[in-house]
Nanobody, 122 residues
Framework: QVQLVESGGGLVQAGGSLRLSCAAS????????MGWYRQGSGKQRELVAT???????DYGDSVKGRFTISRDNAKNTVYLQMNSLKPEDTAVYYC????????????????WGQGTQVTVSS
């Protein structure tokens, strides 16, 4: 009922920057919290950053001061600006949202994108 499509991943050298985008579409009534999680090879999925509908943000400790999350509510899109990238940031980055669909207003569900690979070379 809600689809998330990520873009912007790729290969970058350590110290470089990338910007990820995630657009939500479908039968959307309300997008609540949106955000990004990541999963490195052999690791558990971990929080990168989240942003509420009114703009409150939360960051994982490992990215604080380097990554910035933002959203454009008119476009149903969330962004992740990643600066000062490190090899340990290499992972598949997944877009997330908590949303209510038009078919079931009031019922909140979590949705995930398919993921985009970010690789940081040393």
């Amino acid at each position: 009922q809600v689809q998330l499509v990520e873009s912007g991943g790729g290969l970058v050298q350590a110290g470089g920057s990338l910007r990820l985008s995630c657009a939500a579409s479908g039968s959307i009534f309300r997008l609540n919290t949106m955000g990004w999680y990541r999963q490195g090879s052999g690791k558990q999925r971990e929080l990168v950053a989240t942003i509420t509908s009114d703009g409150s943000t939360d960051y994982g400790d490992s990215v604080k001061g380097r990554f910035t999350i933002s959203r454009d509510n008119a476009k149903n899109t969330v962004y992740l600006q990643m600066n000062s990238l490190k090899p340990e940031d290499t992972a598949v980055y997944y877009c997330y949202c908590n949303a209510e669909s038009r078919r079931n207003v009031g019922a909140k569900y979590d949705y995930w994108g398919q993921g985009t690979q970010v690789t940081v070379s040393s």
